[in-house]
């Protein structure tokens, strides 16, 4: 009965592939994020879904494009990798502004 | 835009001590700030927040946070570190409306609590 899910867990790829993370909450909640973590652990949203709706789109390459099905699931599609796109990818949802961020275990990203 | 600095990179403590984790904040209006912990290859865990009443806020796993509206900080304590707690902590701030679904964070402080 994991709360917050990522699939998967380790991507392995090279340059110029294009891959897609999928994350599902089982919650209820309102509101779905993706966060990336480079490799000093330095965390930074990417984007966020309110009801399906894009609330936050930070400044990241077109080649990033988040798709959220329903509320329950929001999914990362990034074009064309590159090296510098290798980080660990969360996922995270919460009820709404104020409340407290739940956060899925991750997706290892390895671009070669 | 609202932000949190951790000033310490690193934290190092014997078990059965106090472990004090610092932050400070810079908002322009009411702060709304979290705390989060993350275990080794896992994902963040909250651990507490404050966003209004009293500056000493409990926690999960023992721990409290203390407000100090004054100083702009928002320290975690814990009166009795154990091993189990070395981890990488993370505190953070709610931006302001109209970006008020956004958290930002610190670059984190690891804590390593020695036996």
């Known amino acids: 009965d994991t709360a917050v899910s990522q699939t998967p867990k380790y991507l392995v790829t090279q340059m110029g592939n294009d891959k897609s993370i999928k994350c599902e909450q089982n919650?209820?909640?309102?509101?779905m994020y993706w966060y990336k973590q480079d490799s000093k652990k330095f965390l930074k949203i990417m984007f966020s879904y309110n009801n399906k709706e894009l609330i936050i789109n930070e400044t990241v390459p077109n080649r990033f494009s988040p798709k959220s099905p329903d509320k329950a699931h929001l999914n990362l599609h990034i074009n064309s990798l590159e090296l510098g796109d290798s980080a660990v990818y969360f996922c995270?949802?919460?009820?709404?502004?104020?409340?407290?961020?739940?956060f899925g275990p991750g997706t290892r990203l390895t671009v070669t | 835009a609202q932000s949190v600095a951790q000033p310490e990179d690193q934290v190092n403590v014997a078990e059965g001590n106090p472990l004090t984790v610092k932050c400070t904040y810079s908002v322009s209006g009411n702060p709304y700030l979290f705390w989060y912990v993350q275990y080794p290859n896992r994902g963040l865990q909250f651990l507490l927040k404050y966003i209004t009443g009293d500056n000493l806020v409990k926690g999960s796993y023992g721990f409290e946070a203390e407000f100090n509206k004054s100083q702009t900080s928002f320290h975690l304590k814990k009166p009795s570190a154990l091993v189990s707690d070395s981890a990488l902590y993370f505190c953070a701030v709610r931006d302001d409306p109209p970006n008020d679904y956004k958290l930002s964070f610190g670059a984190g402080t690891t804590v390593t609590v020695r036996a």
């Open positions: 995270a949802s919460s009820k709404t502004r104020n409340y407290e961020q739940y």
């Open positions: 919650l209820g909640h309102d509101t």
